[in-house]
């Protein structure tokens, strides 16, 4: 039963994130911090990578809803070019497991070769 309770919890999180993103998206909320970071940087590419990144390493849970959301929100209507923002998300999300020093994929390895964390981030720098 509480198995069941936590699956439809996280459920009604993305029904809610879903749909505050898609208010944000209709009456355009964010236009200013995006019109700002635009004016900053000059390219869209930026401003994407900027807001993937920021949105990428939010320390809480469900952050690849939230910013799969807000991506969404700058995604263009073209169908096209919006298929590029599935692996972008991906890999702003899912890049903070690698870094974070907290996490179990870097604290593992990190005692099982006696690596610093700076140690480490010499290593996997590409």
Same mark, same amino acid.
């Given at each position: 039963?509480?198995?069941?309770?936590?699956?439809?919890?996280?459920?009604?999180?993305?029904?809610?994130?879903?749909?505050?993103?898609?208010?944000?998206?209709?009456?355009?909320?964010?236009?200013?911090?995006?019109?700002?970071?635009?004016?900053?940087?000059?390219?869209?590419?930026?401003?994407?990578?900027?807001?993937?990144?920021? /949105?990428?390493? $939010? =320390?809480?849970?469900?952050?690849?809803?939230?910013?799969?959301?807000? @991506?969404?929100?700058?995604? +263009?209507?073209?169908?096209?070019?919006?298929?590029?923002?599935?692996?972008?998300?991906?890999?702003?999300?899912?890049?903070?497991?690698?870094?974070?020093?907290?996490?179990? /994929?870097?604290? $593992? =390895?990190?005692?099982?070769?006696?690596?610093?964390?700076?140690?480490? @981030?010499?290593?996997?720098? +590409?």
């Amino acid at each position: 039963m509480d198995i069941i309770v936590k699956g439809q919890l996280y459920l009604f999180l993305i029904i809610f994130v879903m749909m505050i993103a898609g208010m944000i998206k209709e009456h355009n909320l964010f236009a200013d911090i995006f019109a700002f970071f635009k004016r900053s940087m000059k390219s869209n590419r930026a401003v994407i990578a900027v807001v993937s990144a920021l /949105t990428g390493v $939010l =320390p809480i849970k469900g952050r690849v809803t939230v910013s799969a959301g807000l @991506l969404d929100t700058l995604a +263009p209507e073209d169908k096209e070019k919006r298929a590029k923002f599935g692996p972008i998300d991906f890999m702003s999300t899912h890049h903070y497991y690698f870094w974070s020093p907290l996490e179990k /994929t870097v604290i $593992l =390895p990190m005692a099982a070769f006696g690596l610093t964390y700076g140690a480490f @981030l010499g290593i996997m720098w +590409p």
